[in-house]
């Protein structure tokens, strides 16, 4: 039961991604609280469905 909920979660995730980059592919800027928006509502259905997050390094987003 747990490893149906996390794949219809990762799947969910997955649709709202692909769904927010056909929107956002034709514009020319996003904002940052659209992108934060969408990052927190793909962070809460896989918490939600009790997957463990990853933390990101700083290192590994801005490798400059």
Do not use: K, W, Y
Request: glycine content about 4%.
């Amino acid at each position: 039961m747990n490893e149906t909920l996390e794949i219809e979660a990762i799947n969910q995730a997955l649709a709202m991604i692909d769904q927010s980059l056909g929107v956002m592919h034709t514009r020319e800027l996003v904002s940052t609280s659209e992108v934060s928006d969408l990052l927190l509502d793909m962070r809460s259905i896989l918490a939600s469905a009790g997957i463990e997050v990853v933390e990101v390094r700083e290192d590994v987003l801005n490798p400059n």
